[in-house]
């Protein structure tokens, strides 16, 4: 499914993002991307949606090389990946109905198939009823949910969450990663960035863990910090 190969992301002046990365996420994964700010988690989402490419190495998604991918590619790769960010990113002016439906017009799905999968992603986000609300009369947590019914409408086969509970309480985070974990178990890839101890904690999934660039932490069930 992904796949990276000694990469390494130098910025201007010489900043390494990301130093000799090498590594494999398979299908229907769960995988927490942990480390301090600055450590290189936000650039390892970055070169999975090709929004930036490596200075050195090879990232391949899905069994395509976005080194060699040409530009005009790059909208498709981006329909197979659902981005969930901290912040939301819901159009204000829309209703929540309008604000998922407008990932499914992006890609000019069937004007005929957008109520149907609309009604299907808001029933699995919990979201029924909800559908002529506007963003700023929902919850933080509701407005993730509709966030996460946009990103995955289009039924991705990878989800890459930066941060998503990050503005969220204890209990909003909680049902937010009930969803996703419902997500994963339907076949989805997830790939969670996260500063959230107690959640990586509890769920045990796999745990990659980032500092100064480099993978120096890889487990199948990890946790936020080394145990051993």
């Known amino acids: 499914m992904i796949q990276l190969y000694n990469v390494t992301k130098v910025y201007s002046a010489g900043v390494q993002a990301l130093v000799d990365v090498t590594l494999r996420i398979g299908k229907a994964e769960f ?7 600055g450590a290189g988690k936000s650039s390892f989402i970055k070169l999975l949606m090709r929004e930036e490419l490596p200075t050195r190495g090879q990232v391949f998604v899905a069994g395509k090389s976005l080194i060699r991918m040409k530009k005009r590619d790059v909208p498709f790769l981006r329909r197979n990946i659902g981005v969930i960010f901290q912040d939301f990113r819901l159009l204000p002016n829309r209703t929540v ?31 029924e009823g909800k559908e002529n609300q506007m963003p700023e009369y929902l919850s933080g947590g509701e407005q993730q949910r509709v966030a996460i019914a946009r990103a995955v409408v289009n039924r991705p086969s990878i989800v890459l969450a930066d941060e998503p509970t990050g503005n969220l309480d204890v209990d909003m985070s909680w049902e937010i990663m009930k969803v996703l974990s419902e997500i994963n178990k339907r076949g989805t890839t997830i790939i969670m960035a996260t500063h959230a101890k107690d959640i990586v904690d509890r769920m045990r999934q796999r745990v990659i863990a980032i500092d100064n660039g480099r993978v120096v932490r890889d487990e199948k069930r990890g946790t936020y910090l080394n145990e051993g």
């Open 31 to 37: 995988v927490f991307l942990v480390g301090a700010s």
């Open 97 to 127: 109905y309008e604000n998922v439906a407008f990932a499914l017009r992006v890609v000019e799905a069937p004007t005929r198939e957008i109520p149907g999968r609309v009604k299907e992603v808001l029933s699995l986000v919990g979201l």
